[in-house]
């Protein structure tokens, strides 16, 4: 858990994350050089955190593996939505229908309970259930923006290998952080030494 906190604090945010939740969901499952990926949403307690952060659950919501799960499928269909736009090829239905899905999926409403001391109140009855239902439709209205939005003209994947981030660009800059930049730019100079040696 902590050796995981250090990582995702080590590797900043790609450019777009912090305005689109949706950009922040597809690029939470990060490759990293040595064959390695850092999944924020790995467990349920850091799938909790990364929601805590951007304000789409409460701190301690008690989310269960089934909730997690959920967030890493809508992940997997909001980055093949991401990669048809930037490849500009169709985009698979299936991919589509998730998000739409999640969007429309009304959460569970709240219901009327009865305490026999302390008389009629509303609660949902499955409140986590309700808290990931939210958070998932907020994030897919999100990805619908983003894709429609004059932002979607600047999406582009990160240029620096084994990076898998999305990111909105900004000027020419390819890559979505300046640790990305650096070790393209490393490569490039190794590439340049090599031919020259
Ligand atoms: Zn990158």
Same mark, same amino acid.
């Given at each position: ?59 301690? !919501?008690?989310? +269960?593996? /089934?909730? &997690? ?5 809508? #992940?997997?269909?909001?980055? @093949? =939505? $991401? ?7 169709? !985009?698979?239905? +299936?991919? /589509?229908? &998730? ?5 429309? #999926?009304?959460?569970?409403? @709240? =219901? $009327? ?10 609660? +949902? ?73």
């Amino acid at each position: 858990m902590e050796e995981f906190a250090t990582e995702e604090a080590a590797l900043p945010a790609a450019q777009g994350e912090a305005e689109h939740p949706a950009l922040a969901l597809a690029n939470s499952a990060v490759a990293l050089p040595g064959g390695h990926t850092a999944d924020l949403l790995g467990t349920p307690a850091r799938a909790e955190r990364w929601l805590a952060r951007r304000g789409l659950a409460p701190d301690g !919501a008690g989310l +269960a593996e /089934v909730c &997690a799960t959920q967030l890493r499928s809508l #992940r997997e269909q909001v980055r @093949s =939505l $991401l990669a048809s736009r930037v490849a500009g090829v169709p !985009a698979l239905p +299936a991919a /589509v229908t &998730a998000v739409n899905d999640a969007m429309t #999926r009304v959460p569970t409403a @709240s =219901l $009327l309970m009865w305490d026999e001391k302390t008389g009629p109140y509303r609660a +949902a009855p499955h409140p986590t259930t309700a808290i990931v239902e939210h958070a998932l439709a907020a994030i897919a209205a999100d990805a619908a923006d983003l894709l429609t939005s004059p932002d979607a003209a600047r999406l582009t994947a990160c240029a620096s290998p084994p990076c898998n981030r999305f990111l909105l660009k900004q000027g020419r800059r390819q890559w979505c952080c300046t640790r990305c930049g650096d070790r393209a730019r490393a490569a490039r100079a190794y590439a340049r030494r090599t031919r020259t040696d």
